[in-house]
């Protein structure tokens, strides 16, 4: 199985949705201007409420990353961090499940 999560941000406070990692996983960001922030986030915490920064990029990207626990992640732009324009977001992955036969 695999997936992706796409976004086109063009406000403060926005993120794509989210999506189950575990391995690796692609990050694609583009036409980040104006001071814009864009933030990967994965969901923390006992009872799965909270989010926590995993990185941050002020400039288009195109990289890659590994979580070795299956784990909900996202990506966007965080409140007070966009400048102007539209900045595009992939987060891809794909993910095999572990606990079946």
Wanted: include cysteine; hydrophobic fraction near 30%; charged fraction near 20%.
């Amino acid at each position: 199985m695999s997936g992706e999560v796409t976004a086109s941000i063009t406000a403060q406070n926005t993120f794509s949705d989210t999506i189950k990692v575990q391995g690796y996983f692609n990050l694609s960001i583009s036409g980040i201007a104006g001071g814009t922030i864009v933030t990967v986030q994965k969901q923390s915490g006992v009872d799965g409420t909270n989010w926590t920064d995993v990185d941050d990029f002020s400039s288009d990207i195109e990289t890659f990353g590994f979580e070795a626990e299956r784990q909900n992640y996202r990506v966007g732009v965080k409140t007070g961090e966009f400048g102007s324009g539209t900045c595009k977001v992939r987060l891809g992955c794909k993910w095999i499940d572990y606990l079946s036969s």
